[in-house]
Structure formats: structure tokens, C-alpha cells
């Protein structure tokens, strides 16, 4: 099946700095790339998303690339906030509409 | 906005009890995913739901049942609880047969003790 590994861990950014968090995946057939975020106490929620047929999407501060070659996906967020602090994970899905999930990455934005 | 509820935010219950956990979702979503959530290893995929009384296992489904009788809504059943099942759940939902952005709850904390 597919294994989605994300890095790193954790983050800390001051303040205005860029944040960038990476994932790999293996299945060559994943078709569908979503980061979501989640905050204390909430479930996670789609902020981006970007499909294997694109190599970059942007939204704001926001931005996913992908590179299908090599396998691996990217969150870039520029101009950090202290809100922008919280759980990210990435997911790949496959052709049988099943998500997997990297292990997520704590982001601590410090003021 | 879609609205993806869970019956409760914190469970504790004994090992052996069974446990019920239910999800419901407003927006008339085909796709229903039940999720566990622990430290370091993300979100597992128990089991998914394409349809009304369908039901797929996911990665991890053992010790897990699910039903979903109606659309809007989608079981989650631990027959005989144990303490390795101590973990914080997540339903999901998305639309249509390639759904897209999956729509989660807030998640139930369940402790087996």
C-alpha cells in the first residue's frame, strides 16, 4: 500500500520567517495530494490541495508544490503568524479513493 | 458550510464493554471514513463507506466494525473494548465517487481503561 512520510516533526519559525514542510510518498497511482491543518481540540481541516496533474498551487500565503518524479509534496507558508501555529499533515490518495497520512508536523509560529 | 458531528468528545469505558461511536454528516456525502489518531503515527484509516450499507476495510480494521444504515450516518463499533484502542477518533466525509476534500469532525478522545 501507499506509505507517506513527512518531515519534519516539528517546526519553530519566528514570527514573518517562511515555514516549509516536506512528504514523500510511494505509490506511483496517487492522484490527489491534500494538507490539512489542526488546531487544539478540532479535527484537521483541508487548507490546500493540489492534484498530480499540477505542479504548483498557491493561495495566499499558502503554496503546495509537487513533484511527481521524485515522489514528494511540499507545504511553503510565507509571512508566519502566531495563528499559523498547529498540527499540518500531508495525505496522498490512491485509486481506491483511500487516504494515507504522513505523521504530522507541529509548527510553533513564536511572536 | 458541511457540518461533520460526533457523539461524543471524551468516552472512558472498560475493557470488554462495547462501544458505540457515531458520526453524522449534513451535506449528503456518499463517501464516510472512520480514522484513528495517535502520537506520532497520523491519521489510520479503520474503515470507509462509499454508500448506504457498504462498507470497505481500511488499514488497520481489526477489533473495529462499522454500519451505516442511512447516508447521513456512519457507525463506528468497538465489540469488546480494549486498552490498545485508547485513542482519539476522527470521522470524515467527502462527496461522490472520487470525493475530494474530506470534511472532518472534531473527533472523539476515547480512553479504555
Known amino acids: 500500500g501507499e506509505n507517506v512520510e513527512q518531515h519534519p516533526s516539528t517546526l519553530s519559525v519566528q514570527e514573518g520567517d517562511s515555514a516549509v514542510i516536506k512528504c514523500t510518498y510511494s505509490?506511483?497511482?496517487?492522484?490527489?495530494f491534500p494538507w490539512y491543518k489542526q488546531e487544539l481540540g478540532k479535527g484537521p481541516q483541508l487548507i490546500i490541495d493540489?492534484?498530480?496533474?499540477?505542479g504548483e498551487k498557491k493561495d495566499q500565503r499558502i503554496a503546495v508544490t509537487l513533484n511527481k518524479t521524485a515522489k514528494h509534496f511540499s507545504l511553503h507558508i510565507t509571512e508566519t503568524q502566531p495563528e499559523d501555529s498547529a498540527v499540518y499533515f500531508c495525505?496522498?490518495?490512491?485509486?481506491?479513493?483511500?487516504?494515507?497520512f504522513g505523521s504530522g508536523t507541529k509548527l510553533n509560529v513564536k511572536p | 458550510d458541511v457540518k461533520v458531528t460526533q457523539s461524543s468528545r471524551y468516552l472512558v469505558k472498560r475493557t470488554g464493554e462495547k462501544v458505540f461511536l457515531e458520526c453524522v454528516q449534513d451535506?449528503?456525502?456518499?463517501?464516510m471514513f472512520w480514522y484513528r489518531q495517535d502520537p506520532g503515527l497520523g491519521l489510520r484509516l479503520i474503515y470507509f463507506?462509499?454508500?448506504?450499507?457498504?462498507?470497505e476495510k481500511g488499514d488497520i480494521p481489526e477489533g473495529y466494525s462499522v454500519s451505516r444504515e442511512k447516508k447521513e450516518r456512519f457507525s463506528l463499533i468497538l465489540e469488546s473494548a480494549s486498552t490498545n484502542q485508547t485513542s482519539m477518533y476522527l470521522c470524515?466525509?467527502?462527496?461522490?465517487?472520487?470525493?475530494?476534500?474530506?470534511?472532518f469532525g472534531p473527533g472523539t478522545r476515547l480512553t479504555v481503561t
Open positions: 470524515a466525509s467527502s462527496l461522490g465517487q472520487a470525493g475530494d476534500e474530506q470534511y
Open positions: 505509490d506511483s497511482a496517487s492522484n490527489y
Open positions: 493540489i492534484r498530480s496533474n499540477v
Open positions: 495525505a496522498a490518495r490512491n485509486n481506491f479513493n483511500k487516504f494515507y
Open positions: 451535506m449528503d456525502h456518499e463517501n
Open positions: 463507506s462509499y454508500d448506504v450499507k457498504m462498507k
